[in-house]
């Protein structure tokens, strides 16, 4: 048997289908403690093997933790909200509901063998993930706030950009906040205060870089060692990935993070397309590493140019470099994995230790 799980703030759907594909259960419970206990029992009672689930980093995260460390036996994993789609439109005339989508996820699990398993973002690596959301969500107000500054002082000063071209850097909100010392007016008592609050979020985020600093260097990983990987890239892997043992190699690995390009041949053209799928926040950081390894001189900046001589766009050399440094951090982290440097192992023998001590006191 094979079960599904559509994942959603308040509730969960569940659908059990046996090997033909033909729903046995179909059932919804509430996304609680409470709920987690009976559709655990409705997986045993019907000899699931395999369950998938769909939106486990989001709000399936609690039940797909909950399954993979209270069920050892139970293989968790991953659904992509694009592979659900698809099914769904195979299925003409039902239309979209929870039942259906459940189903759908449960088909997609007897069927697909290369589902990656459901993170358990747990320990250091929840911390790692819930500080580097914490950094972006500052980053954001603060670019919105600079942004709001420079239009008021447009107003305020005409022609301040002439001494102060940007406010990135500790004396040029200084500056700006000395233009605006003794103007009493409302729009400059307001521009400086943003810039106050500017000031506010540089200190915070200068904390929460060390924070995930000092969790990146507690890991032991040797990421950083790479050319272009720092504490924030390093951090961004460790946090999304979790456990490098999800995905089986490295081309496996390298279409979950969107760098494996997708065949579109069709007649006597062969070609391949860019992957706009996989995790976007990962082939952002590969991308951060190519550009850095291409602006300085480094074995990535020659295969550019080696891929540039072979006739390849710019854009399409800095592609086969993020595939190339795809495999480079997948090793990096398989070799980490091989020496025991690993936030999952620990953080889910803990768990486990846990839940096993509650087992036993009730």
């Keep these: 048997m094979f079960a599904g799980i559509d994942t959603h703030k308040d509730t969960l759907a569940l659908a059990i289908i046996d090997d033909g594909g033909r729903p046995r259960v179909v059932d919804e419970v509430p996304n609680t403690n409470s ?5 655990e029992h409705l997986l045993e009672h019907h000899d699931v093997v395999r369950v998938g689930i769909e939106g486990s980093g989001s709000y399936g995260r609690a039940i ?12 968790v994993v991953e659904v992509p909200t694009r592979m659900t789609a698809r099914e769904r439109g195979t299925q003409p005339g039902k239309g979209k509901t929870d039942p259906v989508d459940a189903v759908a996820i449960a088909r997609i699990t007897a069927r697909e063998h290369n589902l990656p398993p459901v993170r358990l973002t747990v320990g250091p690596a929840a911390d790692l993930r819930a500080l580097m959301a914490y950094r972006d969500q500052l980053v954001t107000e603060r670019t919105a706030t600079v942004n709001r500054v420079h239009a008021d002082l447009l107003g305020l000063r005409p022609g301040f950009q002439a001494e102060i071209p940007a406010l990135g850097l500790k004396w040029q909100i200084n500056a700006a906040l000395a233009l605006l010392d003794g103007d009493d007016s409302v729009r400059a008592i307001l521009c400086a205060r943003r810039l106050q609050r500017v000031q506010q979020i ?16 507690a890991s032991g990983s040797t990421l950083t060692d790479l050319y272009g990987v720092g504490p924030l890239v390093a951090a961004r892997f460790l946090a999304e990935v979790v456990d490098v043992r999800r995905y089986p190699n490295r081309n496996t690995f390298a279409s979950a993070n969107g760098t494996a390009p997708l065949p579109a041949s069709s007649g006597r053209t062969i070609r391949h397309r860019l992957n706009r799928g996989g995790n976007r926040q ?26 540039r001589a072979a006739g390849k766009t710019s854009r399409e050399a800095v592609r086969c470099l993020k595939r190339r440094l795809s495999d480079q951090v997948f090793k990096t982290m398989r070799r980490d994995l091989e020496q025991n440097i690993d936030l999952v192992v620990d953080a889910a023998d803990a768990n486990e230790a846990r839940l096993t001590a509650q087992r036993q006191a009730a």
């Design 282 to 307: 990962l082939n952002r950081a590969l991308y951060t590493i190519a550009i850095t390894q291409i602006r300085a001189d480094t074995e990535g900046r020659a295969y550019y140019d080696r891929k």
């Design 35 to 39: 709920g987690f206990a009976r559709l």
């Design 64 to 75: 797909a933790i909950h399954l993979a460390i209270a069920s050892p036996k139970l293989t």
């Design 202 to 217: 540089d200190a915070e985020i200068l904390d929460i870089t060390k924070q995930i600093t000092a969790l990146v260097e």
